[in-house]
Every structure is written in structure tokens, then in C-alpha cells.
């Protein structure tokens, strides 16, 4: 029994096709609400716009990241460390679910290794308020799924969202999708998985992995910065 690097790859393109429709990041997407507000860990009250002309990484997390998350959270690390030295580097956005809008300080150790604000701009992410992940899912910002919190346990899609300076959200070069590192490294265990019980058999490893996945996300923050007035893909 061979399986195929092919079939994994086919898998994981099923995957999001059967997707494409629901809440997920896409090039249609632009982010241009003005009156969404966000209020970050440091108390003050910023515009979405005050993204505009940044390469910005968005991301939801509570302040204690599920386990699901470290594909992406070790995608956000290459990114930030290949252009730590850089004089261009990302802006990060992260929506904390279980942060205060009474207390926003409480949220100042979320990703506190890549800065502080404006830097890094951890906002509330509550259901009601006008400074929230809702609100901002408003501008079109689309996910695979709505947060959900029960039992103190969140449910939440982990995957990166890129957005480059012009406020569209870019995926994957030449599909209409996010970042799903999650999904990557879900294929990569099975492989592991299935040579590890069946040692006999010939096996193709997939043709996508979370390095390489790792390698053209940061490819495509380079080509952003080569190309600041491209609006979407071209």
C-alpha cells in the first residue's frame, strides 16, 4: 500500500475547497470598517486603519494558548525572526478571548516576545462589545469558526491571517484561503502515524510541510513588501 504525499495534498486542497464558502480569510476579503475601534493592553482606544500600511499578522488566542495552536504560534516565530533585523518587520494583531475590557492590561503577556503595543496589538475579543473579535468579524473579516468558550475551555480557529498594507487579507499564493498550519501538521502526524505501524509499506511523504508552509508564508511577506501598492492579488 503506497500513500501518497499526493493523496495528503489532495486531502488538505478538499479540505478547503469544502470550506471555501463558510467564514475563512480569502483575497476577496478587505478589512475598511473605520468606526471599529480597538482597544488594546496598553488602555488606549486604536482604529482599524491604524493598520494600514503595515504587513499585520492576526491571530486568536486566549491568554493561555490551547495546544492546537503551536503550528501557528511556531509559523509566528519564523515569521518574526527572520525579520527581526529587518528595517521592515510585521505589525502583530491578536484578539485575546478571555481578555477584560476593564482590565485590558491583563493581556500584556500575550506574545509580550514580539513587543509592545503598537507593535503588537492585543485587543478584547468579548462577544458584546463595540471593541470585540465580533465587531471586527463585521468588516468581512472572515474565520472557519466563531470562538466558543465552555467549561473555561475555548474553541477557536487558530489559524494566520495575513493582511498586507492595503488591508486585504492574502492567503496561500494562487488559492483563496488562510494559513492553516493546523491542518499541515495534522497531515504530517498521520504520515508518522501510518510509517510507524506499517513499517513495511512504501510511503510518500506529503508534498506540503509546516517548514516549507512556514518558507512561503515568509516569501509572501517579502513579496508584500516588494510590492506595497498591490491590492489583493494580482
Known amino acids: 500500500m503506497i500513500v501518497s504525499g499526493v493523496v495528503l495534498s489532495f486531502s488538505y486542497r478538499r479540505y478547503q475547497e469544502n470550506t471555501s464558502d463558510s ?16 482597544l488594546t493592553a496598553d488602555g488606549k482606544s486604536r482604529n482599524l486603519q491604524d493598520l494600514k500600511g503595515n504587513v499585520t499578522l492576526v491571530l486568536t488566542l486566549p491568554k493561555t494558548p490551547n495546544p492546537g495552536s503551536q503550528p501557528s504560534l511556531d509559523a509566528l516565530r ?46 478584547v475579543a468579548d462577544e458584546d462589545a463595540k471593541t470585540s473579535l465580533r465587531s471586527f468579524t463585521k468588516t468581512k473579516m472572515r474565520f ?10 475555548f474553541d477557536y480557529d487558530t489559524r494566520l491571517v495575513l493582511l498586507d498594507q492595503n488591508m486585504f487579507i492574502r492567503g496561500i499564493p494562487g488559492l ?21 505501524d506499517f513499517p ?7 508534498l506540503m510541510t509546516t517548514p516549507k508552509l512556514q518558507e512561503i508564508l515568509i516569501d509572501s511577506i517579502k513579496y508584500l513588501y516588494e510590492n506595497p501598492n498591490e491590492k489583493g492579488q494580482e
Do not use: C, H
Request: proline share 9%; glycine share 4%.
Open 23 to 38: 467564514r475563512r480569510p480569502s483575497f476577496e476579503t478587505r478589512v475598511t470598517e473605520p468606526e471599529v475601534e480597538l
Open 78 to 123: 519564523a515569521v518574526m525572526d527572520e525579520f527581526k533585523a529587518t528595517p521592515q518587520k510585521p505589525k502583530v494583531l491578536v484578539f485575546v478571548l478571555d481578555g477584560s475590557n476593564s482590565n485590558p492590561e491583563e493581556m500584556a503577556d500575550v506574545l509580550a516576545e514580539y513587543g509592545e503595543e503598537p507593535e503588537v496589538l492585543r485587543v
Open 144 to 153: 472557519n469558526r466563531i470562538p466558543t468558550e465552555r467549561n473555561g475551555v
Open 176 to 196: 483563496t484561503e488562510g494559513w492553516d498550519f493546523e491542518t499541515v501538521a495534522e497531515m504530517e502526524r498521520k504520515y508518522e502515524e501510518v510509517k510507524r
Open 200 to 206: 513495511e509499506k512504501d510511503l510518500m511523504p506529503p
